[in-house]
């Protein structure tokens, strides 16, 4: 139950293009919902993260889509660049408890070819 | 943007010999973290420290584990005795309120 599926493993896009990672989770407790981006030799950095009372949010070319009744949200990142490509995690956890203790995803490798 | 310091960015151990991974968190952060990525695999939680004490871990996080936070700056992981299977990569993470901060991490390799 503490599971969040990320898919794709991994995505291929042109520049320009838009980009597109789902995610889906399964504890209702779960109130925060943040993406990384990690570049290689690095650690995760915060993109973006959305909570269940709101169903999207924007930031630049980075958008959340939430449906908290399918219990899902993606990223969207518009007009990829090849400074985009990098590996992408979902995350969600319950504030309630333990503020940052975050469930991750297994991780979307993104390409962006120029 | 401040940073989250983990030395080393390397260590190589031998399976049973005790290690400990450096972190120095953002000055002002009151909550502390360490996680660890096991190759091609996901970002785990092992534990959170808050106010000097251990506020919560996970089912990883057994007797061999143990953090520290020695003086106001650093703040450690040490494993007693480790496995082939702690070989991974260990990240420190801290935060004030409103956002996680990630270090580089530490590349763990027990032979």
């Known amino acids: 139950q503490q599971q969040v599926k990320q898919s794709p493993q991994s995505l291929i896009v042109q520049k320009g293009g838009i980009s597109i990672i789902n995610c889906a989770y399964e504890n209702t407790a779960f109130d925060y919902f943040p993406w990384y981006q990690q570049f290689p030799g690095k650690g995760p950095a915060l993109l973006i993260a959305i909570r269940p009372d709101v169903s999207e949010k924007k930031e630049g070319r980075f958008t959340i889509s939430f449906n908290k009744s399918a219990k899902q949200f993606s990223l969207h990142i518009m007009d990829s660049q090849p400074g985009d490509s990098a590996t992408y995690f979902c995350?969600?956890?319950?504030?309630?408890?333990?503020?940052?203790?975050?469930?991750f995803g297994k991780g979307t490798l993104l390409t962006v070819n120029p | 943007e401040p940073e989250v310091t983990q030395t080393p960015s390397h260590q190589v151990t031998q399976m049973g010999q005790e290690v400990i991974l450096r972190c120095v968190p953002i000055?002002?952060?009151?909550?502390f973290y360490w996680y660890r990525q096991i190759l091609g695999q996901k970002v785990e939680f092992l534990v959170s420290f808050y106010n000097n004490e251990i506020s919560e871990k996970s089912e990883i996080f057994d007797d061999q584990f143990s953090v520290e936070r020695p003086d106001g700056s650093n703040f450690t992981l040490k494993i007693r005795s480790t496995k082939l299977e702690d070989s991974a990569m260990y990240f420190c993470?801290?935060?004030?309120?409103?956002?996680?901060?990630f270090g580089s991490g530490t590349q763990l390799s027990v032979l």
């Open positions: 000055s002002n952060h009151l909550y």
């Open positions: 995350a969600a956890s319950d504030r309630g408890s333990n503020d940052y203790k975050l469930t």
């Open positions: 993470a801290s935060t004030g309120v409103e956002k996680l901060f």
